[in-house]
C-alpha cells in the first residue's frame, strides 16, 4: 500500500523533475535561437589539378550554423577537370569532377566568423581519353578539409571565401567489396578547392 508519505516524495520528485526540464529548456533556447539555416551558392577554381591547370568549380552548401558548431552539405562540380591538349593534338583528355560532402564546422562567433571544416563524402570522377577509348568514371570515398571566413553585412546576407582540399581514399585489398574502416589509406587523387560565394541565412 501506498502511504502518504511516498505520495509526497512522488509528487515532489516529478514537481523536481518538471522544474529541471523547464529550466534546461530556457537554458538551451537562447542556443537554439542562435543556430540558423545557411545557404551558399559559390564559385572558385579548383587547383593542383593533374593537369596542373586551374579549372573553374561551380557548387553550392546548405546547413546549419550555430554559435560555435555547425554541419552543412557541400556540393562541387568541375565540368573540365581533366581537360589536357598536347602540343601536338594527339592526346586530348577531357572529364569532371563531382564532389558531394558532408562537413562539420567549427567557427566564431560575430559577424565575422573564421571557420574550420573537415568531412567526407562522395569523389567522382568522369575522364574521356582520346575518341576511340571508352569513358572511363569511379565513384570513391574521399575526405575534404579547410576553413574560411563569413562577413555578414546584414542579419541575413554576407559574403563567404572558403579554401580546403579534397582527397580520394583508397582500399588496399582491391578485391574486397565490404572494406573494413581501417582498410582505406589516402589516396594519389587530390585537389585544393578555392570558392568565394554570398551566405544566404535563415
Partial sequence: ???????????????????????????AAPVAAQTRGIVT????????TPTDENRTVYGGSIGVLGPIFGFEADFGYTPNFFEFEDDFGELDSEGSVTTAM????VATPG??????TVGAGLMRSNLKLLDFFDDLSSNDFGINY????????????????????FRSLQNDDLGDDFPEPGDFDLGDFKFWRATAGVSFRF
Fill in 1 to 27: 500500500m501506498t502511504t502518504p508519505r511516498a505520495l509526497e516524495v512522488r509528487f515532489h520528485m516529478k514537481k523536481l523533475l518538471l522544474s529541471s526540464l523547464a529550466l534546461t529548456l530556457l537554458a
Fill in 41 to 48: 551558392p559559390f564559385v572558385g577554381v579548383t587547383t593542383d
Fill in 102 to 105: 558532408g562537413n562539420l564546422l
Fill in 111 to 116: 559577424r565575422f566568423r573564421v571557420y574550420g
Fill in 146 to 165: 579547410g576553413g574560411g571566413l563569413m562577413v555578414f553585412v546584414t542579419d541575413n546576407v554576407g559574403i563567404r571565401g572558403d579554401i580546403r582540399q
